[in-house]
């Protein structure tokens, strides 16, 4: 059965660091892209990250770029989000999800599997 689990989220001031960690079971991570999306409250659920199944190629949503940085350790079966400089904005729901043909932002792109998601918040 495939699941995947988020952690790593929290309560942290503005310009604070988080990583968020998604770990794998039920499957081999290493054939498959990872994507990181967020659902703020009262708003859509939007792509934030991906990384393909070698992690030779990622994206990033304008929001995030250069100060986000998604990783894999196929060995662990785990991908990580490390959030830096985090604005009060990035306050959301963080959930990683993937499927067999996932690729890309957009959650409709193949995203079949999805964690229970972990809350972060960035508050003074």
């Known amino acids: 059965q495939v699941q995947l689990v988020e952690s790593g989220g929290g309560l942290v001031q503005p310009g604070g660091s988080l990583r968020l960690s998604c770990a794998a079971s039920g499957f081999t991570m290493d054939s498959y892209t990872i994507g990181w999306f967020r659902q703020a409250p009262g708003k859509e659920r939007e792509g934030v990250s991906y990384?393909?199944?070698?992690?030779?190629?990622?994206d990033y949503a304008d929001s995030v770029k250069g100060r986000f940085t998604i990783s894999r350790d196929n060995i662990k079966n785990t991908v990580y989000l490390q959030m830096d400089s985090l604005k009060p904005e990035d306050t959301a729901v963080y959930y990683c999800a993937t499927g067999w043909k996932a690729w890309g932002l957009q959650e409709n792109r193949g995203y079949n599997y999805w964690g229970q998601g972990t809350q972060v918040t960035v508050s003074s």
């Open positions: 990384i393909s199944p070698t992690g030779s190629t990622t």
